[in-house]
T-cell receptor, first 116, second 113 residues
Framework: EPEVTQTPSHQVTQMGQEVILRCVPI?????FYWYRQILGQKVEFLVS????????KSEIFDDQFSVERPDGSNFTLKIRSTKLEDSAMYFC??????????????FGPGTRLTVL | GNSVTQMEGPVTLSEEAFLTINCTYT??????LFWYVQYPGEGLQLLLK?????DKGSNKGFEATYRKETTSFHLEKGSVQVSDSAVYFC????????????FGTGTRLTIIP
């Protein structure tokens, strides 16, 4: 069964360093998403991406964040200069179509980012 | 704005017990409602959904009914199994053109034999 994969499963970095979180969405999916969950808090939407551009982003997704689909398979989230408060579990998701009532968002297992 | 409030965890039950995990929401218009489940080491998986008032979503013995009058979408199962141990997330989409999911905090469920 096709699935969304994410690497690495756990990333530890020093404050101020750049990190890139990687996702491989399901191959025929067209819409891609990043969410995050700070420990003990809600899963929060960060950004959605379609047709090689951002379609929506939250207020969390500031200039320190960027997303890219560098080739036909990967979808990446870059944090330019990490802060302590960026420590969280980051989930990638993808869907075939946009209307979520009819097009399930499939989630990866997450990358746990720890900023020291 | 949209928000989801779900029952604080963790919840521990014995096998074959009845399960209820409460979920209430605040949203504009008529949202679609979802329950996602996360088993250890895996991603969030859609468990069930309901797209309009009074709809009942069901899957794997779990059920939830979209109650507009109480803005609730409580998850229930009549007889839980050890394999149901997981984290359960209630979520909504507001259906006003954006497709971002708004989640609750998640409820960790542990079933003991």
């Amino acid at each position: 069964e096709p699935e969304v994969t994410q690497t690495p499963s756990h990333q530890v970095t020093q404050m101020g360093q750049e990190v890139i979180l990687r996702c491989v969405p399901i191959s025929n999916h067209l819409y891609f998403y990043w969410y995050r969950q700070i420990l003990g808090q809600k899963v929060e939407f960060l950004v959605s991406f379609y047709n090689n551009e951002i379609s929506e982003k939250s207020e969390i997704f500031d200039d320190q964040f960027s997303v890219e689909r560098p080739d036909g398979s990967n979808f990446t989230l870059k944090i330019r200069s990490t802060k302590l408060e960026d420590s969280a579990m980051y989930f990638c998701a993808s869907s075939v179509g946009q209307v979520a009532s009819y097009n399930e968002q499939f989630f990866g297992p997450g990358t746990r980012l720890t900023v020291l | 704005g949209n928000s989801v409030t779900q029952m604080e965890g963790p919840v521990t039950l014995s096998e074959e017990a009845f399960l209820t995990i409460n979920c209430t929401y605040t949203a504009t218009g008529y949202p679609s409602l979802f329950w996602y489940v996360q088993y250890p080491g895996e991603g969030l998986q859609l468990l069930l959904k309901a797209t309009k008032a009074d709809d009942k979503g069901s899957n794997k013995g779990f059920e939830a009914t979209y109650r507009k009058e109480t803005t609730s979408f409580h998850l229930e199962k009549g007889s839980v199994q050890v394999s149901d141990s997981a984290v359960y997330f209630c979520a909504l989409i507001s259906n006003f053109g954006n497709e971002k999911l708004t989640f609750g905090t998640g409820t960790r469920l542990t079933i003991i034999p």
